[in-house]
């Protein structure tokens, strides 16, 4: 991939005011040892690979101005937004929703594990959304902030690519936002099913949007500038 494919899919130039940079899911819980995935005893290596790489996306987005938003899945303390299906589902694993691990009750807002890697700190004016879904505008306000900040584009980053992002992505389409994924910014656990949901994401010239990386969104930035 790279600078060989056209960063955007749109017919519209890219508009770095008009465009938002999405930091899916980037918590403890997701990415870190001793977070809820580490506990399952699966290999957090994936998830924690791109770290780096969606720092260097934020530290571009955030020097050309764009909106930058961050999501965190998590319920709330009675577990009142948790279906039971969702709990019972994760607790087949051996640890789910709700229980208590190593880094505070699993994916329970307030809790350690819950909250967002210090390397991907959101800043002071950056739009947090706190879904009780995978997909960032399942229960929240993220389409109300963006329509309001005139928001049509998201650049999309983080974890899980076979799960929170991909469910992000289509919903995204679904109510006429252009996505772009970059790929090297995100990853799923398993090394296979990230690759199955890029091809997935990728075929037909893309049904919900554009595959990229993050040196095209850098290059595109620099060429646009605030003016678009």
Same mark, same amino acid.
């Given at each position: %991939?790279?600078?060989?494919?056209?960063?955007?899919?749109?017919?519209?130039?890219?508009?770095?005011?008009?465009?938002? #940079?999405?930091?899916?899911? %980037?918590?403890?819980?997701?990415?870190?040892?001793? !977070?809820?995935?580490?506990?399952?005893?699966?290999?957090?290596?994936?998830?924690r690979?791109?770290?780096?790489?969606?720092?260097?996306?934020?530290?571009?987005?955030?020097?050309?101005? %764009?909106?930058?938003?961050?999501?965190?899945?998590?319920?709330?303390?009675?577990?009142?937004?948790?279906p039971?299906?969702?709990?019972? *589902?994760?607790?087949?694993? !051996? #640890?789910?929703?709700?229980?208590? !691990?190593?880094? /505070?009750?699993?994916?329970?807002? /307030?809790?350690? /594990?819950?909250?967002?890697?210090?390397?991907l700190?959101?800043?002071?004016?950056?739009?947090?959304?706190?879904?009780?879904?995978?997909?960032?505008?399942?229960?929240?306000? #993220?389409?109300?902030?963006?329509?309001?900040?005139?928001?049509?584009?998201?650049?999309?980053?983080?974890?899980?690519?076979?799960?929170?992002?991909?469910?992000?992505?289509?919903?995204g +389409?679904?109510?006429? +936002?252009?996505?772009?994924?970059?790929?090297?910014?995100?990853?799923?656990?398993?090394?296979?099913?990230?690759?199955?949901?890029?091809?997935?994401?990728?075929?037909?010239?893309g049904?919900?949007?554009?595959?990229?990386? *993050?040196?095209?969104?850098r290059?595109?930035?620099?060429?646009?500038?605030? /003016?678009?």
């Amino acid at each position: %991939m790279g600078l060989s494919a056209p960063f955007w899919p749109s017919i519209q130039p890219f508009d770095v005011r008009r465009s938002a #940079l999405v930091i899916i899911d %980037m918590q403890v819980d997701f990415c870190a040892p001793g !977070g809820w995935v580490d506990q399952l005893g699966e290999d957090v290596s994936n998830t924690r690979a791109v770290i780096g790489p969606i720092a260097e996306a934020l530290a571009d987005a955030r020097a050309a101005g %764009m909106v930058v938003v961050h999501t965190r899945e998590g319920h709330k303390p009675d577990l009142s937004d948790l279906p039971a299906n969702k709990q019972w *589902r994760t607790r087949a694993h !051996g #640890l789910g929703i709700g229980d208590r !691990g190593a880094s /505070g009750r699993i994916l329970v807002q /307030g809790e350690p /594990g819950w909250q967002i890697i210090p390397e991907l700190a959101p800043r002071p004016g950056e739009i947090i959304i706190d879904k009780p879904g995978k997909s960032s505008f399942y229960r929240t306000d #993220l389409e109300d902030q963006l329509r309001a900040l005139g928001i049509t584009c998201l650049v999309v980053t983080g974890v899980t690519s076979d799960c929170c992002v991909q469910s992000t992505i289509r919903d995204g +389409f679904e109510r006429g +936002f252009e996505c772009v994924l970059l790929a090297d910014c995100t990853a799923a656990v398993e090394t296979q099913n990230h690759l199955a949901t890029l091809d997935i994401l990728s075929a037909f010239g893309g049904r919900w949007g554009k595959i990229s990386d *993050r040196f095209a969104f850098r290059q595109v930035i620099a060429g646009a500038g605030r /003016g678009g």
